[in-house]
């Protein structure tokens, strides 16, 4: 954990100084959730797309790739954002996900690969993939389960997303989840209470001496 996420060190951004998180939903209503977690991939569908188009980042090609199917123009640049996320978001972006219960996370790595097929093998296991780095993990890097219960709803709610990959905004505090860190205004309270604590002279072991001392006094009265 030598290299740093955000400037903090993350064991999954081994060369990255990440910098915006991406939501991806893994498939329809999360159908290839399983098959990404457990081989470390992120999967795309867009079956139609030329894969040409997107690996060259064409954007206004593929944006009048989405027109042409009927599509409004507002709609047709969201969709072409998000394939051009998905193929050309670099090391500098951690990738996030819901399922079982957990956020995942990860970050991409080296380029896309099209897997084309039959139109029911694609829709089984996607039409193009990336690698991930070291694979998706679900617990900070202290270790601890990042259980969705446990989470802001600020970040849960992006599982809510109707469409594919959006931008997650939460992201210095999905950073210190990640980072095992307290907020700003958390690590302010707490530093404040020490101080108050401090100033007044209580700390934990003189309260139980004196206590303790209350109690053998009472005793003392008793007999």
Known sequence: MSEMLADHPVEGAKT???????????????CWEDLCLADGTLRLGYDEVPHELAQAGELERLRAYFVGQ????GIASTHTN????FY????????ITFSAGHLWWAVADGPVTYLGGSTDEMTARGSRLRQTRDGWHKTSLGGYPLRIPDLNGALTKTAAYRMTICTVE???YLVRKLN???LPEVAEAKAAKRGILGACG???????????????DSSSNLS
């Not at 100084?17 to 209503?29: D, H």
């Not at 009927?70 to 123009?73: H, K, M, V």
């Not at 309260?207 to 053998?216: D, G, I, P």
């Open 88 to 95: 050309h978001a670099g090391p500098e972006t951690l990738w």
């Open 16 to 30: 990255a100084q990440v910098t915006v998180a991406k939501y991806i939903k893994l498939g329809t209503k999360g």
């Open 82 to 85: 998000q394939v051009l996320d």
């Open 202 to 216: 209580f700390s934990k072991p003189r309260f139980w001496t004196c206590a303790s001392q209350l109690r053998a």
């Open 70 to 73: 009927g599509i409004g123009a």
């Open 180 to 182: 095992d860190e307290d």
């Open 170 to 172: 939460p992201f210095d």
